[in-house]
T-cell receptor, first 115, second 111 residues
Framework: GAGVSQTPSNKVTEKGKYVELRCDPISGHTALYWYRQSLGQGPEFLIYFQGTGAADDSGLPNDRFFAVRPEGSVSTLKIQRTERGDSAVYLC?????????????FGPGTRLTVL | KQEVTQIPAALSVPEGENLVLNCSFTDSAIYNLQWFRQDPGKGLTSLLLIQSSQREQTSGRLNASLDKSSGRSTLYIAASQPGDSATYLCAVGSNDYKLSFGAGTTVTVRA
């Protein structure tokens, strides 16, 4: 079946602009995660959804970042007033649920460049 | 806060040699540990998941061990091939949903 998909694959924007990044999880997966990966680093946790609700958004760096998952499937990560420091690869993952036996499956990422 | 360290940062070996990749973590109270592969400019591919109650997992040429008490996991790749060249990431599940990642080990297998 289809894996996790993310659009766009690349996004270039100017400082101060608003961007939206989209994630389509694997069908039937109730848990969805956003991570951010800076160059040469491992991914860092941003937010976790169980169904439609954000169960943990403690990784969002500040109030310019917001994510939604209104129907419990597709999720959108929204960044307001982008800054050059927001440049990174934004990764989305999904899993069937949670617990020690659940693997997280990652999408290809969206590379965001803020000029 | 869980801190995950991967040593070495880079590794170059001739084809056919066995690979040993190390991962250490600071908090031994983990839910699981997952090893991923990342090719340049690509997302993460899950290789192995070890649950907290397990000591190791195997898949083909890959074997991963977990020693919670010492805060270590090791990924072994037998008989390496040029196609194994990639960055390998270790991720520790500190609860039932959040993964904490190391910075990765970049492997080059020379033909």
């Amino acid at each position: 079946g289809a894996g996790v998909s993310q659009t766009p694959s690349n996004k270039v924007t100017e400082k101060g602009k608003y961007v939206e990044l989209r994630c389509d999880p694997i069908s039937g997966h109730t848990a969805l995660y956003w991570y951010r990966q800076s160059l040469g680093q491992g991914p860092e946790f941003l937010i976790y959804f169980q169904g439609t609700g954000a169960a943990d958004d403690s990784g969002l760096p500040n109030d310019r970042f917001f994510a939604v998952r209104p129907e419990g499937s597709v999720s959108t990560l929204k960044i307001q007033r982008t800054e050059r420091g927001d440049s990174a690869v934004y990764l989305c993952a999904s899993s069937p649920g949670t617990g020690s036996g659940n693997e997280q499956f990652f999408g290809p990422g969206t590379r965001l460049t803020v000029l | 806060k869980q801190e995950v360290t991967q040593i070495p940062a880079a590794l170059s070996v001739p084809e056919g040699e066995n690979l040993v990749l190390n991962c250490s973590f600071t908090d031994s109270a983990i839910y699981n540990l997952q090893w991923f592969r990342q090719d340049p400019g690509k997302g993460l591919t899950s290789l192995l998941l070890i649950q907290s109650s397990q000591r190791e997992q195997t898949s083909g040429r890959l074997n991963a061990s977990l020693d919670k008490s010492s805060g270590r996991s090791t990924l072994y790749i037998a008989a390496s091939q040029p196609g194994d060249s990639a960055t390998y990431l270790c991720a520790v599940g500190s609860n039932d949903y959040k993964l904490s990642f190391g910075a990765g080990t970049t492997v080059t297998v020379r033909a």
